[in-house]
């Protein structure tokens, strides 16, 4: 959904609510009145999900501004060849990006974890504020049954939620791969002639763009399985052939090696540093959150223990003693909402898969460097093979660690 759209199915929810609630008020009907809280509560979850989705496009929009000089001190020299600029290397299919999965994926757990403390806080002011057996107190109790079968049958409906967000990725990355692997002629393309290469190309993205999760993972591997199961890692390859058969010459050696430098390497470089600064950033903010709802609950908690301590919650009590019981009530499931958001980004999590791999390949970039800065002969290559290799198993690596990190059979929801 567009951000325009979005923008209007929030400004529509919005007039609908005030329509409604002006209807209430003016006719004072039964079916205004009981299906007001009803309304309201479907207002909020459409704010919340569109408004997620919409700080988050801003907030990624921000932060690509903040981090545009950075980017831009990246950026390669113009006279360093792009991937695509070679032969038989193909740029990534367009498609649902992880980006846009990923924000699904975390609006839907947004939601799931506010539904339990929205469901409280209905309850809560049906029974402190509002007469018993009154319209809108009957509203409210709606309201809750609304919220409860809401998250049940989301939870229910949504198993594996976090899958599509993986699958994308994971396809996403291993399209990229395959890109590189291919400019260095190592795994599937070592010793291939440029035709023999392009169909082995052809037949391994076909066998990609169709792959299920299952699939991904065997594809994923640094190695070809033979027909006897048995498997042939790509490194031992590399030193097998030596440099027997190596169709570039030295200096289109180099100038792939400085290719894969620039827009491979150094670009994942500066992909882990952002995304671990942001990571840190969102749990910072998050723990924040958490421990203020947790102090505050317990502040909470003590005034209405004072409270029930001094008899000033009668069957008459003050308004100041409603909106504490309302706080009581409703501090605690804050709680476990900021901790269920929390558990949802692992953000701390990620930031330390992310900063282990930046670190691992800030070391490949400094080996790479000095095979530059070394005679141009046929062993160089070889090794630059090896060093490829080597990265995309690093690369490999943090993906399999990124998808034990996010990935779910179903939503945390206390079911």
């Given at each position: 959904?567009?951000?325009?759209?979005?923008?209007?199915?929030?400004?529509?929810?919005?007039?609908?609510?005030?329509?409604?609630?002006?209807?209430?008020?003016?006719?004072?009907?039964?079916?205004?009145?009981?299906?007001?809280?009803?309304?309201?509560?479907?207002?909020?979850?459409?704010?919340?999900?569109?408004?997620?989705?919409?700080?988050?496009?801003?907030?990624?929009?921000?932060?690509?501004?903040?981090?545009?000089?950075?980017?831009?001190?990246?950026?390669?020299?113009?006279?360093?060849?792009?991937?695509?600029?070679?032969?038989?290397?193909?740029?990534?299919?367009?498609?649902?990006?992880?980006?846009?999965?990923?924000?699904?994926?975390?609006?839907?757990?947004?939601?799931?974890?506010?539904?339990?403390?929205?469901?409280?806080?209905?309850?809560?002011?049906?029974?402190?504020?509002?007469?018993?057996?009154?319209?809108?107190?009957?509203?409210?109790?709606?309201?809750?049954?609304?919220?409860?079968?809401?998250?049940?049958?989301?939870?229910?409906?949504?198993?594996?939620?976090?899958?599509?967000?993986?699958?994308?990725?994971?396809?996403?990355?291993?399209?990229?791969?395959?890109?590189?692997?291919?400019?260095?002629a190592v795994g599937p393309y070592l010793g291939r002639t440029d035709e023999e290469a392009g169909q082995v190309r052809d037949a391994r993205?076909?066998?990609?763009?169709?792959?299920?999760?299952?699939?991904?993972?065997?594809?994923?591997?640094?190695?070809?399985?033979?027909?006897?199961?048995?498997?042939?890692?790509?490194?031992?390859?590399?030193?097998?052939?030596?440099?027997?058969?190596?169709?570039?010459?030295?200096?289109?050696?180099?100038?792939?090696?400085?290719?894969?430098?620039?827009?491979?390497?150094?670009?994942?470089?500066?992909?882990?540093?952002?995304?671990?600064?942001?990571?840190?950033?969102?749990?910072?903010?998050?723990?924040?959150?958490?421990?203020?709802?947790?102090?505050?609950?317990?502040?909470?908690?003590?005034?209405?223990?004072?409270?029930?301590?001094?008899?000033?919650?009668?069957?008459?009590?003050?308004?100041?003693?409603?909106?504490?019981?309302?706080?009581?009530?409703?501090?605690?499931?804050?709680?476990?909402?900021?901790?269920?958001?929390?558990?949802?980004?692992?953000?701390?999590?990620?930031?330390?898969?992310?900063?282990?791999?930046?670190?691992?390949?800030?070391?490949?970039?400094?080996?790479?460097?000095?095979?530059?800065?070394?005679?141009?002969?046929?062993?160089?290559?070889?090794?630059?093979?090896?060093?490829?290799?080597?990265?995309?198993?690093?690369?490999?690596?943090?993906?399999?660690?990124?998808?034990?990190?996010?990935?779910?059979?179903?939503?945390?929801?206390?079911?």
């Amino acid at each position: 959904m567009r951000t325009s759209v979005r923008i209007w199915v929030v400004v529509g929810v919005s007039l609908a609510l005030s329509a409604w609630t002006t209807a209430a008020v003016l006719s004072g009907a039964k079916v205004f009145v009981v299906s007001l809280p009803v309304v309201g509560v479907i207002w909020l979850l459409v704010l919340l999900d569109c408004g997620y989705l919409l700080g988050r496009r801003w907030a990624h929009r921000r932060r690509r501004r903040a981090a545009r000089p950075r980017r831009e001190a990246w950026a390669p020299a113009p006279e360093i060849r792009r991937p695509i600029d070679y032969p038989n290397i193909l740029p990534r299919p367009a498609g649902d990006t992880p980006v846009d999965q990923q924000g699904r994926y975390r609006a839907t757990g947004i939601r799931l974890a506010v539904l339990p403390a929205l469901a409280v806080m209905c309850l809560t002011v049906q029974t402190v504020f509002l007469e018993h057996g009154g319209d809108l107190g009957l509203g409210f109790v709606l309201a809750e049954c609304l919220l409860l079968v809401s998250m049940v049958w989301t939870v229910w409906t949504s198993q594996e939620p976090s899958q599509p967000w993986v699958t994308s990725r994971i396809r996403a990355e291993l399209f990229r791969r395959e890109m590189f692997l291919l400019l260095a002629a190592v795994g599937p393309y070592l010793g291939r002639t440029d035709e023999e290469a392009g169909q082995v190309r052809d037949a391994r993205l076909s066998r990609l763009a169709a792959a299920g999760p299952a699939e991904l993972g065997t594809f994923a591997r640094l190695s070809d399985r033979g027909p006897d199961g048995t498997e042939s890692p790509w490194q031992d390859a590399v030193r097998q052939q030596g440099d027997g058969s190596l169709p570039a010459t030295p200096a289109e050696t180099t100038e792939r090696m400085r290719t894969y430098l620039d827009y491979r390497v150094k670009r994942q470089i500066l992909f882990f540093e952002l995304a671990a600064g942001t990571c840190e950033r969102t749990e910072d903010r998050l723990g924040r959150t958490a421990k203020a709802a947790v102090l505050a609950a317990v502040a909470v908690a003590v005034a209405y223990a004072v409270l029930l301590h001094s008899g000033r919650t009668g069957d008459d009590p003050s308004t100041t003693s409603s909106v504490i019981a309302l706080l009581a009530a409703g501090l605690p499931p804050l709680c476990n909402m900021a901790l269920a958001v929390q558990n949802l980004f692992a953000s701390q999590r990620l930031a330390a898969s992310y900063r282990e791999t930046r670190q691992e390949l800030l070391e490949h970039e400094h080996t790479l460097r000095g095979l530059l800065a070394g005679p141009a002969d046929a062993e160089r290559a070889v090794r630059f093979r090896s060093l490829v290799v080597r990265v995309e198993s690093t690369l490999t690596e943090e993906l399999r660690r990124w998808r034990i990190i996010v990935a779910k059979s179903e939503f945390d929801a206390g079911l």
